[in-house]
């Protein structure tokens, strides 16, 4: 499968000079729970709402002051979009990280992926398989049964 299907909604990009109050709106009005960081149209780093917590609310920062890029996981990790869902995943478990943009030829983000839409894609494969093996097993339910 190619990581091009998760690259379908827009991603959510802040810069480095953007406040944490800033980063926590767009977070909230997006529904999301990392932000990629992007400085001259590059990847430059990560932002998750568990660093605001843990480097902003737990070290009783100010987020009116506190800049993205003081708090943000600088160059992380990343995978092209050329590259296979077991390529990614072995990725995610050497690097122990759970979410990790998606770049094309031109190292522009295109997309990020999280460890629960691996999960959910494996469900639909998995629910798939059931299906496909259970069928000749069980056949199909008759009209009068059903």
Not at 52 to 62: H, M, Q, Y
Not at 90 to 97: D, E, I, P, S
Not at 102 to 113: L, P
Request: aromatic share 2%; net charge neutral; with cysteine.
């Amino acid at each position: 499968m190619s990581l091009r299907e998760f690259c379908k909604h827009p991603v959510v990009k802040i810069s480095p000079d953007q406040n944490i109050l800033e980063a926590c709106a767009l977070l909230r009005k997006n529904h999301i729970g990392c932000i990629v960081v992007e400085e001259d149209a590059q990847l430059c780093g990560i932002l998750t709402d568990r660093d605001i917590a843990l480097k902003v609310t737990g070290e009783s920062r100010d987020p009116k002051v506190t800049k993205v890029r003081e708090i943000m996981t600088p160059r992380p990790v990343r995978v092209s979009v050329n590259n296979s869902l077991p390529e990614l995943t072995a990725l995610m478990h050497a690097f122990h990280v759970r979410r990790v943009p998606v770049v094309n030829a031109s190292h522009k983000t295109v997309g990020i992926i999280t460890l629960d839409d691996v999960i959910a894609l494996l469900g639909v494969e998995l629910a798939d398989i059931g299906k496909s093996i259970s069928q000749p097993l069980f056949g199909k339910p008759s009209e009068s049964t059903a």
